[in-house]
């Protein structure tokens, strides 16, 4: 392609990071390539909890509305932020390969009781606003009180570090920019791996917990990338095949698939995790109506993903009958 290809990206320290990622790649394969920083919904709204927030794709409509202006050429989204339902004249050309999907559990290491499930002492607060999080917390841990919290990863951990020298009687070193963080108490928040990985962030004063996402199901599609273009860009979804991930891309299929058939976004408390081992797909699956009831979950294995999200769903929806009947 011989003009510069245009990436758009949010403005936070990890959509930058997977900005540049993809520049560097494109780079290498000749190209020149520029970003450009658009603020969405999701970052002008940090007050609000996602279920308070009205409509569905709260961190990329700002951004898929100028991919179909033309301003940019590549839209670069954490996938679990799309929509199933692409808009007409945009397609996911590709996808990254998959960082770690798995949650972590970021506590305060005063706040620990590593004889209790999930190392927190009774009746921690947990600071998180996502629906899937708190419905699987509870789940493990009727006792934790939910606190929520918005922002991105370091200030989140920011949220948390300065909830601990409010109780260890310090408040007089909180910063005045960050009011949240004086009123709210957090004993943990909760985080995906995967940021924290491609930041690079050091947690070591933290107590972290590895939940495994066989277990804790992640959101369809945490820790990949997806790569959006206009679908009249024949030249640029052939370069853009070049960074694809064909396995990644059929696993979160499945996942996606899981999602558009409950008709979900980001306050449907699901999580869908498809993994491939061999020549088998295995998908764990986590579901309620709503984040303060007992999810239903779901394991099953198969040789090819064809159907198998509508397996899936078939096994939740039969599960839930069963525990409304």
């Known amino acids: 392609m011989s003009r510069k290809?245009?990436?758009?990206?949010?403005?936070?320290?990890?959509?930058?990071?997977?900005?540049?990622?993809?520049?560097?790649?494109l780079e290498k394969l000749g190209h020149q390539v520029e970003i450009k920083v658009i603020k969405t919904q999701g970052d002008k709204i940090q007050h609000l909890s996602f279920d308070k927030i009205e409509g569905k794709g709260f961190f990329t409509k700002e951004i898929e509305a100028e991919l179909m202006a033309g301003s940019i050429d590549l839209a670069v989204h954490s996938h679990k932020d799309l929509e199933t339902a692409?808009?007409?004249?945009?397609?996911?050309?590709?996808?990254?390969?998959?960082?770690d999907p798995?949650?972590?559990?970021?506590?305060?290491?005063?706040?620990?009781?590593?004889?209790?499930?999930?190392?927190?002492?009774?009746?921690?607060?947990?600071?998180?606003?996502?629906?899937?999080?708190?419905?699987?917390?509870t789940f493990f841990r009727e006792d934790i009180e939910l606190v929520d919290i918005r922002g991105n990863v370091p200030?989140?951990?920011?949220?948390?570090?300065?909830?601990?020298?409010?109780?260890?009687?310090?408040?007089?070193?909180?910063?005045?920019?960050?009011?949240?963080s004086a009123v709210a108490h957090f004993d943990a928040i909760m985080l995906a791996s995967?940021?924290?990985?491609?930041?690079?962030?050091?947690?070591?004063?933290?107590?972290?917990?590895?939940?495994?996402p066989e277990?804790?199901?992640?959101?369809?599609?945490?820790?990949?990338?997806?790569y959006q273009i206009r679908k009249n860009e024949p030249e640029l979804r052939e370069i853009v095949q070049n960074l694809n991930s064909p396995e990644v891309q059929?696993?979160?299929?499945?996942?996606?698939?899981?999602?558009?058939?409950?008709?979900?976004?980001?306050?449907?408390?699901?999580?869908?995790y498809c993994k491939k081992l061999s020549n088998d797909f295995h998908v764990w699956a986590s579901m309620a109506h709503?984040?303060?009831?007992?999810?239903?979950?779901a394991f099953l294995t198969a040789n090819s993903a064809e159907e198998l999200a509508a397996s899936c769903v078939a096994e939740l929806k039969k599960k839930d009958a069963f525990a409304s009947s």
Do not use: M
Not at 11 to 21: E, V
Not at 102 to 125: F, Q, R, T
Not at 161 to 175: D, L, M, P
Not at 290 to 297: A, F, L, M, S, T
């Open 5 to 25: 290809i245009i990436i758009g990206s949010r403005g936070s320290d990890l959509a930058l990071w997977q900005a540049n990622f993809v520049r560097e790649e």
């Open 155 to 180: 200030t989140r951990l920011d949220k948390l570090r300065t909830a601990r020298i409010k109780t260890s009687g310090n408040e007089a070193s909180v910063r005045e920019d960050n009011i949240e």
């Open 86 to 99: 692409c808009h007409p004249q945009l397609e996911v050309a590709g996808v990254s390969d998959r960082e």
């Open 250 to 272: 059929e696993c979160i299929g499945v996942e996606r698939e899981v999602l558009r058939l409950f008709n979900g976004g980001c306050q449907l408390p699901l999580g869908v």
């Open 290 to 297: 709503e984040w303060d009831q007992v999810p239903k979950r």
């Open 194 to 212: 995967a940021g924290v990985k491609r930041l690079d962030i050091d947690l070591s004063d933290f107590h972290v917990v590895y939940l495994k």
């Open 102 to 137: 798995a949650d972590i559990l970021v506590i305060n290491p005063d706040s620990v009781d590593v004889s209790k499930n999930l190392d927190l002492k009774e009746g921690a607060k947990v600071g998180t606003s996502s629906a899937r999080r708190k419905c699987q917390l």
């Open 215 to 226: 277990e804790f199901v992640p959101a369809p599609a945490q820790g990949v990338l997806g």
